[in-house]
């Protein structure tokens, strides 16, 4: 099966014959974007705080309106104008006396900044300062609003680029339903709505790609025909590394081509501005803050105090300048990476044993897989393998950085691959995506773009009708549809977005002798009462469970091993059939109205970073009203059967 173009298809450089309603359907989609992003109103319609937003936010408030980086009290205050509420997990940091010495030993150049600043008063924002500095001038201009006109305006530029580098070789109509999908049936437009860098990153990223490969499908005029495109093609990797180092391997393809070309000092010259547009970035957070690393130091984040008086309250509850004891000393959670953290230190063994768990979950994993959430790319993959351009070796290249982009991520932070705070899809993965649009081959049938849409949209369509919900509510996105049939990442119980639910769904406390954490994936279950926890009578459950590794027994810390089995008591006031299974097995009990059952189901345990996580599902077949059955009853949930848990470590 080949995907090369038909008889019909214009030639290498050549314009594609007939006309084309593309130019008239760019303009429709730039109007109904800019439409739409100057009208909504993006604090209400956003559902307000979403993922890092925070910290992007105040920024580019700040730079818009201060013209400058630092956070102070007039940025709370103008914050809490916005929102009507704080700016909840914002990342800070204290700044620095930067000081350079020059010397006459190596390395010549010494960089002394280990001394805090004076000023208490001020602040600065420990997240790159690249995107809000690019979205400052719009926000300026359009106040909250300029956030997503900047998007759409990004969006606009990527499928323009899309659309000409495949209609250099297939047919218009094709490149532009192809570049729609490619971006409309995945989870790119969920990130659009979101008011952080990963969009921009996303966006710089298609863009570099474009300014390089262009060249290789169609013969453009000046600057786009020769070197200049590809040094601004690395200027734009360069500042994306800058924005996450993760990216760094996106540029070897633009060397290795040269090199492969025998062009040896322009594949290092190209390499080499990349490099220097990453290092002035860094120099110009150190000339900012006072240091490089604006993820180091002295950064903290920050949270307000919960709403509820009775719940607990940390003492660093707060903000910083709020009031006149909120000093950087008493608020805050330190969050410094310095030297890297506990994903940067495994064990070889660990490693090995995480990658294997977690390259399945990369692919197709419930929450963050690559399949359910960047479709296209599984059908542009397979599209460029079943054409005459396999071997290609611009397209080899291309996606040999994006295979070497996520190998490493999946090394490194085994435990927070798709990024953590339980983004939607893989939120690192996002920006190494665009590459894979360049492995596409010429179009020649209009099967890949159908399998693309419906690919595409069994997963990514409710996120899409609206995309505010979905980028806010992002545990309610796998509670249904075909993604309940993935697995669910258990090494990344902690970055589940269950983890967000703020009616305590994440990390319930469980049991004793061991205790357990659940995680309810779901609204099939109901957080544990005093005599067990509720299984609805409306679907299948899945609960995710960790065990501890370690407890606390006689003043002294005990290892304590994985659970063999699980020990289910179960009862129901009706006539029921109760199902409990896990990977490794399964029970089914017949229920007769207020008597006990007690039984085991077997379970394999994943040593996850702080403990062994399991997963069972629960089903009961009928369901009753509490309210129905007791006129007294205030209870309208749709009840089925109530269980209770106990993790045994020897066989039963």
Known sequence: MSFVPSAGTDSVGARPAGGSGAPLTAAVLLIVMLAAAISVDVVRAGYKIKGD????????????????????????????????????????KRGKLLRVRLRATPPFLFILNNTAEDRADRAFFG?????????????????????????????????????????????????????????????????????????????????????????????????????????????????????KPWHAPLVAP?????????????????????????????????????????????????????????????????????????????????????????DNVLAPSEVVRLFRNNVKYFLLGRHFGFVPYFFPGVVAILMWLLSRERFQIWRVLTFGG??????????????????????????????????????????????????????GAMFTAKMLINPFYAAKFTWEVTERGWARRLPVELTMYQSLPVMLDTRIRGRVLYGQDPWMFLYFLDEHAWPPE?????????????????????????????????AHHFRVTAKSPISNTFTVSSSDGGATVQLVPGKPVTFDVPVTALRGRDGFVYLISARATGGFIPSLLDPNARDDRNLGVQMQLQALTGPP
Do not use: C
Not at 170 to 188: C, Q
Not at 320 to 332: K, M, V
Not at 442 to 454: F, I, R, Y
Not at 542 to 557: M, Y
């Open 254 to 342: 633009l060397v290795l081509l040269f090199w492969l070309r025998g062009r040896w000092r322009a594949g290092f010259v190209v390499g080499a501005i990349s490099v220097v547009a990453a290092a002035a970035l860094f120099v110009a957070t150190a000339l900012v803050s006072g240091e490089l690393n604006y993820q180091g130091g002295d950064r903290k984040t920050f949270y307000s105090p919960p709403d509820d008086p009775a719940a607990p309250r940390l003492p660093t509850a707060g903000f910083p300048f709020a009031s006149p004891d909120a000093t950087w000393e008493q608020r805050g959670q330190p969050t410094g990476r310095d030297v890297g953290n506990v």
């Open 402 to 455: 994006v295979f070497v982009a996520s190998l490493i991520v999946l090394v490194l932070v085994p435990y927070t691959w798709s990024g953590d705070g339980g983004p939607p899809g893989n939120r690192y993965f996002l920006s190494f995506y665009p590459a894979l649009f360049f492995v596409t081959p010429p179009l020649g049938s209009a099967l890949p773009v159908v399998l693309m849409w419906v690919g």
């Open 530 to 562: 005093p005599e067990g926890m509720w299984i609805s009578g409306s679907g299948r459950a899945d609960i995710l469970i960790r065990t501890p590794s370690i407890v606390a027994k006689d003043g002294h810390e005990a290892p304590v091993g994985p």
């Open 127 to 243: 997240k790159a300062m690249i995107y809000s500095i690019a979205a400052a001038p719009f926000v300026w201009f359009l106040g909250m609003n300029g956030f997503l006109v900047f998007h759409a305006l990004l969006l606009f530029l990527v499928g323009v680029g899309g659309y000409l580098f495949l209609a250099a070789r297939s047919r218009p109509g094709s490149a532009l339903v192809y570049t729609v999908g490619f971006l409309g049936a995945s989870v790119v437009p969920v990130y659009a709505v979101m008011l952080t860098s990963d969009l921009f990153n996303f966006a710089l990223v298609f863009l570099a790609y474009f300014l390089w490969l262009y060249k290789e499908v169609a013969q453009p005029k000046f600057p786009l025909n020769g070197i200049l495109s590809d040094v601004a093609a690395a200027v734009l990797l360069g500042v994306v590394t800058y924005s």
């Open 53 to 92: 937003e925070a910290t992007y936010v105040a920024m580019a408030l700040s730079a818009a309106y201060d013209r400058d980086l630092a956070f102070e009290r007039r940025d709370l205050e103008r914050f809490y104008g916005l929102y009507q509420q704080g700016p909840e997990g914002i990342f800070l």
